[in-house]
């Protein structure tokens, strides 16, 4: 029903930035939260930031005051604003996007991108 492809992953500098854009294809009007976790090896993938159709923009605290996060509904795309960067924001990135009620159905679906790396340098 959706996919996701990301761009904007690479090699950067600590204290410096990138942006990561996020386009949505498929019946995308039905989404209600897309934005962007990370997974770093030997971690579990946690959020970074995603805006919620009803409940608002959920940021991680370790990311907070530095990371900004968009939406453009019109075009199905999100970018992740990473300023500041630091070693610590090393990680594969995924673009994530929730659907739940389509009309009357609960249609509970998640959906990934492949993950583009960002390896922030010392």
């Known amino acids: 029903q959706v996919q996701l492809v990301e761009s904007g992953g690479g090699l950067v500098h600590a204290g410096g930035s990138l942006r990561l854009p996020c386009a949505a294809s498929?019946?995308?009007?039905?989404?209600?939260?897309i934005g962007w976790y990370r997974q770093a090896p030997g971690k579990e993938r946690e959020l970074v930031a995603e805006i919620h159709n009803f409940e608002g923009t959920k940021i991680a605290d370790a990311v907070k005051g530095r990371f900004v996060i968009t939406r453009d509904n019109a075009k199905n795309t999100v970018d992740l604003i990473m300023n500041t960067l630091k070693s610590e924001d090393t990680a594969v990135y995924y673009c994530?996007?929730?659907?739940?009620?389509?009309?009357?159905?609960?249609?509970?679906?998640?959906?990934w991108g492949k993950g583009t790396l960002v390896t922030v340098s010392t």
């Open positions: 498929g019946i995308t009007n039905t989404i209600d939260a």
């Open positions: 994530h996007a929730h659907k739940g009620y389509v009309g009357d159905t609960w249609n509970n679906m998640d959906y």
